[in-house]
């Protein structure tokens, strides 16, 4: 079966430290893989998505990195983080013509 | 003008009644439609897909879609306390983005 996941499920960082966050797709290859972030009480920011391994597209300039080691890895990353990293970070596949599956999501405090 | 608009809400509905929820999209050349829900603290949950213009009926959930007005809503039938929850319409971009609305919070009084 076909599944993403997502780790870890919580994380409270303080500023200035580095983040890394990985997301894994079971069950399929080749696929189109997302990193969105979600403000408290807002939409879903598209950050970074990947069509292959290396490929990565960038659609907001920020502190935040992307990188895509393995076909079914995906990795969110950041060298210094800020307050404003604050959010909820969900990594999704592109299952087909079907929309997106969404892991469960990394709850990120900075404090 | 924002690519993909929903009202925010909260939209407030009683038990058994039907919600309607809508979205407006600026892109005339998006193909996809989607409808997700999302509860608090969890992350979106597919819940229907149009492709075409007109309605399409799974269950409770029935999605319209009206391209030339580019309009898509979301109607749930006989509402119920489980479907309290953050809707999210999304859009595709090209062939390989989607893009979301900032979502309507809609809540079933019992």
């Known amino acids: 079966s076909q599944t993403i996941h997502q780790w870890p499920a919580t994380l409270v960082q303080p500023v200035g430290s580095p983040l890394s966050l990985e997301c894994t797709v079971e069950?399929?290859?080749?696929?189109?893989l997302y990193w969105y972030r979600q403000a408290a009480g807002r939409g879903l920011q598209l950050l970074f998505y990947?069509?292959?391994?290396?490929?990565i597209s960038s659609e907001v300039p920020q502190n935040l990195s992307a990188s895509r080691p393995q076909d079914r890895q995906f990795i969110l990353s950041s060298k210094k983080l800020l307050l404003s990293d604050s959010g909820f970070y969900l990594c999704?596949?592109?299952?087909?013509?079907?929309?997106?599956?969404f892991g469960s999501g990394t709850r990120l405090t900075v404090v | 003008q924002k690519e993909v608009e929903q009202n925010s809400g909260p939209l407030s509905v009683p038990e058994g009644a039907i919600a309607s929820l809508n979205c407006t999209y600026s892109?005339?050349?998006?193909?996809?439609f989607f409808w997700y829900r999302q509860y608090s603290g969890k992350s979106p949950e597919l819940i229907m897909s149009?492709?075409?213009?007109g309605d399409k009926e799974d269950g409770r959930f029935t999605a319209q879609l009206n391209k030339a007005s580019q309009y898509v809503s979301l109607l749930i039938r006989d509402s119920q306390p489980s479907d309290s929850a953050t809707y999210l319409c999304?859009?595709?971009?090209?062939?390989?983005?989607?893009?979301f609305g900032q979502g309507t919070r809609l809540t079933i009084n019992p």
């Open positions: 999704a596949w592109l299952t087909g013509g079907n929309g997106y599956t």
């Open positions: 069950g399929t290859s080749n696929p189109n």
């Open positions: 990947s069509v292959g391994i290396g490929q």
């Open positions: 892109d005339r050349g998006s193909q996809s």
């Open positions: 149009i492709y075409s213009n």
């Open positions: 999304a859009v595709t971009q090209g062939a390989q983005k989607l893009v």
